[in-house]
């Protein structure tokens, strides 16, 4: 309940903003008179819903130590209105909860790890009422595990090593070690760590292939989506190149038929070719064709 000692310890301030001045010396600080003052409105209920939502939210029970909120964000770039956001998530949360809650941004990039690991002070820069301090893992702090056994003992650790060093060289070694310590593991094990992996290291072209090649040798009897995903692909690769065959056998039998005579490297240039509309284009000139130069005129 709302009494007189509450109202006038801070109604006192509207009726005489320079106070201020004065109080901040006598705490030590230095304030200036300000030279103009609005009264806003104290009502901080937000006007129109607005989604904030923070990428993970876990709460840790830490027995003696007690409770620990985690909040979890993924930064991929610098913002400079995160901050902000992450300020408001931690003391939203805290107020809430009552518990006390701590932020951690994994990024995948060294100048944004360090851009968001940077204190924020919330406030005048005489006294800021809050600092944001966020913890950081990147690639600047995170394990390179190039290591089969060391990945083996710790295989979140290791696929989190893949994800934020996704745009470095290590990534080869990490992923290597990471593809040789899963065989054997469960597939309900495995098929997580899979999916994490080629989720996170997807912005990067190459590592992403060499991930898929790594799955599709190494960990083929395994079912995730990777796995079934690239099996699929191998089985329309070879029923392609089944049609693609079919049709320069009937090139070649069309020719023979016709009486014109093949070379050893045209019968090669035909046999060898892949594209089934390249070969589309073959038997079409090879049904009126006088020789083999004319099927490959203008190729």
Sequence with gaps: ?????????????????????????????SFSLPTSVTVLPTDLTEARPIE????????????????LLLL??????????KPASWAYY??????????????????QDRATAEWAARPVPIGPVQWPSLTLRPLVAGPHNMPVITDPDEARSDLALATLSAITHAKEPVVDGILKALSAA???????VVDPIIEFTAQGIGGNRRAAELWRNLVAVD???????????????GREQGREQGRAQSRAEDILLLLDRRGIGVSDANRERITSCADLDTL????????????????????
């Design 219 to 233: 960990l083929s009897f395994y079912k995730s989506w990777l796995s079934e995903e690239i099996r699929d692909e």
């Design 72 to 81: 979890v964000e993924s930064q991929g770039a610098k913002d400079p209105d």
């Design 90 to 107: 931690l003391t939203y949360l805290y107020a809430k909860y009552k518990i006390p809650p701590l932020l951690l941004v994994v990024c």
């Design 1 to 29: 309940m709302v009494n007189s000692p509450h109202e006038a310890m801070h109604r006192i301030f509207q009726e005489y903003p320079g106070l201020f001045t004065g109080v901040s010396r006598a705490l030590g600080l």
């Design 182 to 188: 899963l065989r054997g593991v469960p597939e309900a």
């Design 280 to 299: 589309g284009r073959w038997f079409e000139r090879a049904i009126t064709a006088s020789s083999t130069e004319e099927i490959f005129a203008d190729e």
């Design 52 to 67: 904030r939502r923070v990428d993970t939210l876990l709460r840790f029970d830490c027995g003696a130590e007690g409770p």
